[in-house]
């Protein structure tokens, strides 16, 4: 068994002194101790490759990750109230003990005493005033921002965008269960309404409700189990953030987690025979599709053209069930939906009229957050097994 | 710099959540003064404000300073379905308007047709008073 003993030290360790801070922000107690646990260990800020810290409140990885300005291949924010931080050494250090990140940041801080809100005391994320003031209510809007800029520095147009809902539509029409099951033209796509420009209804996911749950398990227990024919073989993972105002719409953090994740895999972009692509809006996925190396940068909206996303035929199948953007988006949240159909594919038992023959390697990628602003993004590759 | 002008667009002016590290920033916009702050150990200019505290190296000393106010768009959408507040105000322009001190800052664009609103749009500052101890820092065609 591969366990964590003797695979990670604890190197730095650091307590806020005071025990009323009114002049400080929870954030601005975020950099303090984490500057003095790296003081005590050593390090910087800039030698953190791994952050872990609670989710309560509007607070969590991704926006300490940004506020601090780290750099971070793992990224953690399990929240079991009080014992959080002791979960998150047992994380950090199977993290490491797998080389995927070598110096873990976990951080703590609140101001229940003279923050004057109830409860852990978290406050808002630090970014909201600067970010949620001007009518970016709705996730459309941001990565309406992110679309604009791709079109302005590469010549992506809305019809090729168009492309993407049409191949998702082509296949929603085989799943009895998706929330729209009719298939769509680009002039249909560019027809329906502007929400926010450049982006149309029709470049839109479904809100749906629902759900969606995965059952992973050692190689021991699955030896026994009739189903448990999909192994991961490899992940990766990053926060890509507002980077000090600095932000470039135009690429997402695929940029970090699909190298890593193929190269955990040691397998190239020929070996994958099927994609799901996180698909909350049409240029979520030309974005992905280029910055996962399918194609070059800027070219992932010609890379869409004539059918290349349709199953069967398609150079690269893509979102058989429908994706987000025809078939399920529960919770606004459409991740777990990449693996299971990415699996389904895997097993054989996609529809029939859209499932890739022969289906070894897959990879599925998710998007977390806004394009515009700060998102976690994990690329996973699977196969089946004795692929 | 600009100063305190009606906000002729009707978009509204939401109040900021103001603690610590952004009150000198938030009073400066009820003056009229777009602060920005600088870190003097690597001179990085710092957005969204930190109140001292430096991404870029970690420092806790960065310095507040005036902006000029000027920028250009980097990128926009056009809202024809808004949220919230801002359901009654469609179409408004969301952007980032890169400043001329380098970060690029979430805002609308106001004072013009959004059908005007370009990538690479001269802009300045306008503020549009919260009545709340705060100004919303929006930006016009310069």
């Known amino acids: 068994m591969v366990t964590i003993k003797r695979k990670a030290f604890i190197a730095g360790i650091y307590e806020h002194p005071r025990r009323e801070i009114p002049d400080r922000s929870v954030a601005q107690i975020h950099a303090e101790v984490a500057l003095g646990a790296l003081a005590d260990a050593g390090l910087s800020l800039s030698d953190v490759d791994g952050y872990f810290t609670d989710g309560a409140g509007t607070f969590g990885a991704m926006s300490m990750t940004d506020y601090l300005g780290l750099r971070c291949t793992h990224s953690d924010s399990t929240e079991t109230g009080g014992s959080s931080y002791l979960f998150h050494v047992g994380h950090a250090a199977e993290a490491i003990a797998a080389g995927r990140c070598n110096v873990a940041l976990i951080t703590l801080a609140g101001k229940p005493r003279t923050g004057g809100g109830a409860g852990f005391g978290r406050g808002a994320a630090p970014e909201q005033s600067f970010e949620g003031l001007f009518g970016m209510s709705g996730a459309v809007t941001g990565y309406a921002l992110a679309a604009q800029r791709h079109m302005y520095q590469y010549g992506t147009t809305s019809q090729q965008m168009a492309e993407v809902k049409v191949a998702a539509s082509l296949h929603a029409q085989h799943n009895p269960h998706a929330m729209l099951t009719k298939p769509v033209t680009v002039e249909e796509v560019l027809a329906s309404p502007m929400i926010s420009s450049p982006l149309h209804r029709f470049d839109c996911c479904v809100v749906t409700d629902g759900g969606g749950a995965v059952v992973v398990v050692s190689p021991e227990v699955a030896r026994d189990l009739p189903r448990a024919n999909v192994t991961v073989l490899g992940q990766g993972e990053a926060i890509k953030h507002a980077d000090n105002g600095r932000i470039d719409l135009t690429y997402t953090g695929g940029v970090v987690s699909g190298p890593r994740a193929f190269e955990e895999a040691g397998v190239t972009h020929s070996d994958i025979d099927y994609v799901s692509i996180y698909d909350s809006f049409t240029i979520t996925v030309i974005e992905t599709l280029e910055d996962l190396g399918f194609c070059e940068k800027g070219q992932g909206g010609r890379f869409v053209m004539d059918g290349t996303l349709v199953s069967p035929g398609g150079k690269l199948p893509f979102n058989t069930d429908g994706g987000g953007l025809c078939n399920n988006h529960p919770s606004n949240r459409g991740g777990i939906t990449k693996i299971i159909e990415a699996v389904r594919q895997l097993r054989g038992e996609a529809h029939p009229a859209v499932q890739v023959p022969d289906c070894e390697i897959a990879l599925a990628h998710g998007t977390g957050g806004s394009l515009a602003t700060r998102m976690g993004s994990s690329t996973l590759i699977m196969a089946r097994e004795g692929a | ?142």
Do not use: K
């Open chain 2, 1 to 142: 710099m600009s100063t305190q002008v009606p906000n002729s667009t009707g978009l509204p002016n939401l109040a900021p959540t103001i603690d610590p590290a952004t009150a000198e920033f938030w009073a400066g916009t009820t003056r009229g003064e777009l602060l920005l702050e600088r870190c003097p150990d690597c001179q990085t200019v710092i957005w969204y404000p930190r109140g001292g505290f430096c991404p870029a190296c970690g420092s806790f000393s960065a310095e507040r300073f005036a902006a000029t106010g000027t920028g250009t768009v980097y990128t926009f959408t056009v809202v024809h379905r808004g949220l919230g507040e801002y359901s009654g105000v469609t179409p408004f322009v969301i952007a980032y308007v890169e400043l001329d001190e380098g970060p690029r800052v979430m805002t609308n664009i106001v004072d013009c047709d959004p059908s005007d609103v370009h990538i690479g749009m001269p802009v300045r500052v306008v503020f549009h008073d919260t009545g709340q101890g705060a100004a919303l820092y929006r930006f016009a065609p310069a």
